[in-house]
């Protein structure tokens, strides 16, 4: 049976139940360690939760294909909606699983209801609050992520991807910098508006050739690359991890709960858009497995990038309504 | 197609990650002293090839992590990939402010602020450009 995904400040048991899950799952230790995997320093296992931080920084350094360093096996090309939409699947089920819960449905953050307000607002939403994901700091002082250093329990980001881009192992708190003064980023640090999903919504095509950062259609526009004359990049999923900051910036990002948060806002963006005509577009994917092998990871039936479980294909990740639904799709 | 995704359990999960591991441990191995972009384009019947290579150092230590340019013209670096720059220098910024422990302590070069920009021709041409930030 589905489940539901609600909207995380309008739904308290969803809330509390994601931050008891990630808390559990950041607990759990199945045997794989730091050795195992190349991350140097001295040997220890890594939580559930950590194994999804490694994962992402995995499929981000795999390049696809090899021969360039730019479209990556889950970013900068079509693959990043269902890259993405895999791996909330495989924690959903984590979470259920821990939980002992099967009708758990993960909550998003609708950001872009967030982006209607001021900046000073955006910064004291909601989503802030001490009884949902905490405020800002560094490290984060507030909420169920707060750092205490006498109490071992107390959240802490234990794999991390350093400037060179390689993770390695350090025991601190959270931090986030909401909406901090950015260099190079055109105007404020603020969260986008519901024009702008509405303007990705819009979109006709999936994506297109190059099938890069430099594309134009839906996906390129979401994942936030795109020059849209009313969306400026970075947009709407890159400009969520810009406006979080501190340990949203870094291939490392899922040590932050609120990843999972703006990710499956993003999901339901995608669902959003996959409904039928006159609606939405259907649930269609290109590139198609005829196009040139150079692509290799992004057509419709190759493989995903995985860590912890078997893979899937994006193809199986189109049509995901047997496993959960929306309350409400984006407006 | 609907997906059929197994559930996961302990058991599973590390089955996986011993067998994934290897790949893992092989694209831990990225250092760069120097990153190179090619950027090609066709025009009016000329193939066009601009090879662009950065250097970056920071107090004197150089950025091992890889920066690349889009055709565009804007440039990225994988440790911070959900933004892009018209400027390396605010890239750099950006780098400092998201990883403020891999440069704290550090002492500023006492050759002072300066950047060396290699020459630029004209398409058809390689470009070479060395940014040195201190």
Redesign the interface.
Known sequence: MAVVRSNIVANSTARDNYVKGVKLLKR?F???TTA????PGASRQIS?YD?FV?WHH?A???FTPATQ??RNAA?RGPVFLPWHR?ML??LE??LQ?VLNDNTFGLPYWDWAADGQRTLAKQKSAPIWAANCMGASGSPVKTGPFAFDATDPNSWRVRIL???????TQ?NRGLRRQLG?S????PGPNKLPKKAHTAAAVGRNSFDADPW???SSGFRNLVE??E?DPVVQ??SL??RV??FV?GDM???SSPNDPVFYLNHCNVDRIWETWMRPAPQGHGRVYVPGQNESASLKGHRINDTLT?????S??P??????T??YTYDSLAQ | ??????????????S???K??P?????????HMS?T?VREADYNGHHIVVTTTYRIEVDGIA????M?V???GSVHY??????????AI??V???I???P???AGRKRGSGGRSMKMGGMSGAGKMVKRTARVK
């Not at chain 1, 995985?306 to 078997?310: A, E, P, R, T, V």
């Not at chain 2, 994988?78 to 400027?87: A, D, L, Q, V």
């Open positions: 759990e199945n045997g794989p195992s995997l190349g991350i559930t194994l490694v995995f981000m350094t795999t360093t730019d970013h895999f699947l495989q089920m984590n699983r991807a350093d400037s060179s881009g390689n993770l350090v901090a950015t260099p190079g980023l890069s950062v430099t936030g690359w020059n990049p970075p999923h890159n991890h810009v900051g910036s870094p291939s995985s860590l912890i479980s078997g899937t294909t193809a199986q990740m189109l049509n995901v047997q496993s | 197609m609907a997906n059929k995704l197994a559930r996961p359990t302990p058991k599973s999960i590390a996986y990650v011993k994934h591991a790949a893992v441990r092989k694209a831990q191995k990225h250092h990153s972009s950025l091992m992590g890889h690349g889009t055709n565009d994988h440790p911070i990939p959900n933004m892009r720059f018209t400027s605010d890239l910024k950006q780098v402010d998201v990883f422990d891999d440069f």
